[in-house]
């Protein structure tokens, strides 16, 4: 079993900036791709970055290319979500996975935080 704790949502206004982090514990961190998804109110939960249990590939929905970065803590078994230039279209809860599988974590994912709630004020 593996237990997922984010950290880091808030609020901030457009153009700002914030990181979200999710510490990871029960299996290998090496071992597990990781991702960060988010669901705005209304809409389907949607990926927004992931990343294999290297480290060595990473893959971003468009619409935050560029502006967001995803990464590896292996010292503190984290991923870490870096979101530069935020827009108001960002406000979601975002939710840190994990999938023993970087091929298929877009489409599912085993594990799953509680998620953190990000908001963008305009």
């Known amino acids: ?3 997922l704790v984010e950290s880091g949502g808030g609020l901030v206004q457009t153009g700002g900036s914030l990181r979200l982090s999710c510490a990871a514990s029960g299996r290998t961190f090496s071992n597990l791709a990781m991702g960060w998804f988010r669901q705005a109110p209304g809409k389907e939960r949607e990926s927004v970055a992931v990343i294999s249990g290297s480290g060595h590939s990473t893959d971003y929905a468009a ?17 870490n979500l870096q979101m530069n230039s935020l827009k108001p279209e960002a406000t979601a809860v975002y939710y840190c996975a994990a999938d023993p599988i970087y091929g298929r974590i877009r489409i599912r994912a085993d594990y799953w935080g509680q998620g953190t709630q990000v908001t963008v004020s305009s």
């Open 1 to 3: 079993q593996v237990q």
């Open 63 to 79: 619409s935050v290319k560029g502006r967001f970065t995803i990464s590896r803590d292996i010292a503190k078994n984290a991923v």
